[in-house]
């Protein structure tokens, strides 16, 4: 069940912009990044909702209700003269950092491999998201949803009910 949710997250980091005659289902396995301008209006707005929500998700982390699964947090890490984005899993606290594995193979940063052990702190991170057990909905992931809104609505609903991931 882990490997899955972290192959749906990886949707995020697997999109191309040039890619737009796939669909996003289709393009969520191309191994491909999108590139988002540092000035894209919805993709701050998702950073400053995830950071605004985080103390409710770190809270959570320590011990989480029966109904969360998959806990993950994004950060950026340079590499490849640019900022690659990852989905950090088996997340811990160690003082006032965290530690936590690379849930995606890089693109850019080549120095790094999936399942590779990162410490980062509270300020790195970009998003969150979980898995509720219950209804099977993937919770947070602001990012996502910021890219999934420049698709066209028939892919971004196909792709909700795929994995999870509904955004308003």
Not at 12 to 26: P, R, S
Not at 57 to 79: C, D, Q, R, T, Y
Not at 140 to 168: H, M, V, W
Request: include cysteine; glycine fraction near 10%.
């Amino acid at each position: 069940m882990l490997h899955r949710t972290f192959v749906i997250l990886l949707f995020f980091l697997a999109l191309n912009a040039n890619a737009h005659a796939q669909t996003v289902l289709e393009r969520q396995n191309s191994g491909k990044t999108t590139n988002v301008s540092r000035g894209d209006k919805e993709m701050r707005a998702a950073y400053a909702k995830a950071r605004s929500t985080l103390p409710n998700f770190l809270k959570m982390l320590g011990s989480p209700p029966p109904n969360v699964e998959s806990m993950a947090i994004k950060l950026g890490i340079p590499g490849g003269g640019r900022t690659e984005y990852f989905w950090i899993s088996d997340i811990r606290r160690e003082g006032a950092n965290f530690v936590g594995r690379i849930g995606n193979q890089p693109n850019y940063a080549t120095h790094l491999s999936i399942g590779d052990q990162v410490r980062f702190s509270r300020g790195q991170i970009v998003d969150w998201t979980y898995r509720n057990k219950v209804t099977g909905r993937l919770v947070g992931n602001f990012t996502g949803c910021a890219i999934l809104r420049k698709e066209p609505a028939a892919d971004r609903q196909r792709f909700a009910e795929s994995t999870g991931l509904y955004c308003d």
